[in-house]
């Protein structure tokens, strides 16, 4: 059985996940993710019982808000999904603007589920009032409730009794981390998203956070960070300092859509750097992943949600 995914979120290391997972230590007490997003690290670490606990965090607080409302009640936000799906289709363009504006009055968190289903790239993207305003994808309506209360249910199933949720500043969190814990961090991405930049719902400074990875890595945390990348033969975003004395993963991502669409050839590659601590426990070396075809990461043995 695939780990359940319902959260459909631009950015998510849905498939590079298991190859992440490798450079985890066996058996840990607690995982950590500041920029948790859809928290796809998170259940793809809790499928494979890695971790005894998990602290999922993001900034945006309607998405905090929307993971732990799965996790811990995913039947009531089954059936708001699958009332709000089955009203879209008499005018369903019509109706995601309407409960886009809703969203943006009331930040209710089960609206978001529908939107990031439903919208371009499942990508969340705010203007300058800070108002989601992502436009629908006109070629789908979104996941089907069947489907989604089927995610919904794996997904309490791997984390519930085992996490906490919350919508910190990621320097809030880093400062209660320990020996004990495993960090993993996937910061807004620095390729695209500047510091005016709203296409996401948060950027941070760069010398900032690598003043906070100083900071980790005075106090012996292992973490690991998902940062820059390249396309073809451009580059993204600021690398990590070698002052940092970082262990550099380079993992090949699949094939640039944009480039794709414009007749080119591309393979995307996204850097995955190990703390030092880490990298001595796992015995990491500087290494580069190809992406096999059709790669996912399955559990280890079927399992029943719904026992």
């Known amino acids: 059985m695939k780990v359940p995914h319902p959260i459909q979120y631009q950015g998510s290391k849905r498939n590079l996940a298991s190859i992440i997972l490798r450079y985890f230590p066996d058996k840990f007490k607690r995982l950590v993710e500041p920029f948790a997003g859809s928290a796809a690290i998170s259940i793809a670490c809790a499928a494979r019982e890695k971790a005894i606990s998990y602290w999922i965090n993001d900034l945006n607080k309607p998405l905090a808000n ?3 409302l799965i996790i811990n009640n995913p039947n009531e936000v089954a059936d708001f999904y ?15 603007y309407r409960v886009r504006e809703e969203f943006n009055t009331t930040n209710d968190p089960k609206l978001l589920l529908y939107l990031l289903s439903r919208c371009v790239k499942g990508s969340v993207r705010y203007n300058t009032d800070g ?9 789908r309506r979104g996941k089907r409730p069947e489907s989604m209360r089927e995610q919904l249910l794996g997904f309490s199933y791997l984390l519930r009794g085992k996490s906490i949720t919350t919508s910190f500043d990621y320097k809030n969190v880093l400062s209660h981390v320990n020996k004990d814990d495993i960090v993993y961090m996937d910061p807004p991405y ?5 510091e005016k930049d709203l296409r996401y719902f948060s950027s941070i400074s760069h010398n900032e956070y690598i003043t906070a990875l100083i900071e980790l890595n005075d106090r012996q945390i292992r973490y690991l960070v998902s940062y820059d990348g390249r396309s073809g033969n451009k580059s993204y975003g600021k690398i990590l300092p070698d002052t940092l004395s970082l262990t550099l993963i380079e993992l090949e991502a699949g094939r640039s859509t944009q480039a794709t669409l414009l007749g080119r050839d591309v393979v995307t590659v996204e850097s995955l750097y190990l703390s030092p601590h880490l990298a001595v426990e796992v015995s990491a070396l500087p290494s580069f992943h190809k992406r096999r075809s059709n790669q996912q990461m399955l559990l280890m043995e079927p399992q029943d949600f719904f026992g």
């Not at 620095?190 to 500047?194: M, N």
Request: glycine share 6%.
């Open 66 to 68: 929307l993971l732990e």
């Open 82 to 96: 699958e009332n709000i799906w089955n009203q879209q289709h008499q005018n369903s363009l019509e109706h995601y």
């Open 131 to 139: 108002r989601f305003n992502q436009s629908p994808d006109k070629r």
């Open 190 to 194: 620095q390729g695209v998203c500047g």
